[in-house]
């Protein structure tokens, strides 16, 4: 299909009603997350995002950060962050590990793999940087908003 076919069939679309859709998640997440908060008739959700990895790139929270919504990413590779704070300033961006409950001050293990996307806690064969990474309840009561919806 030629360019300019292209660009009148989506200017066509447009018209009609059918916006595009654009999705940075790595399998069109953020399109359910958005699609999921209209239903539910919530349209500034704040988000929470574990792992957060990268500003953009397979992001499920980049589309409402994009659209004036606010929230929390949590990325716990100390070479990842940076970009959060240059990409996402208005988001709270934190370089922190995080667990499920509480382990009384027991060290967790972080593995930092080639790819980063893939850096998790406790993943055999990877060299660990040691993290203390509090509950995520612990930090959500802390950083949260009480009028966060």
Request: aromatic share 8%.
């Amino acid at each position: 299909m030629g360019h300019n076919l292209k660009l009148r069939a989506r200017q066509w679309l447009v018209a009609k009603g059918f916006a595009p859709n654009k999705s940075y998640s790595q399998c069109g997440e953020d399109l359910l997350i958005r699609f999921l908060f209209d239903l539910l008739r919530v349209s500034r959700p704040s988000y929470i995002d574990l792992g957060a990895h990268h500003p953009s790139y397979l992001s499920n929270t980049k589309k409402l950060y994009s659209e004036g919504c606010r929230g929390i990413n949590i990325e716990a590779n100390p070479a990842l962050i940076a970009s959060f704070h240059r990409h996402r300033s208005k988001d709270l961006n934190l370089n922190i590990g995080i667990v499920a409950e509480e382990r009384d001050g027991e060290t967790v293990e972080f593995y930092v793999m080639n790819v980063p996307a893939l850096s998790a806690g406790r993943i055999f064969g990877a060299i660990p940087p040691p993290t203390n990474s509090p509950p995520v309840d612990t930090v959500l009561s802390a950083r949260l908003p009480a009028s966060a919806p």
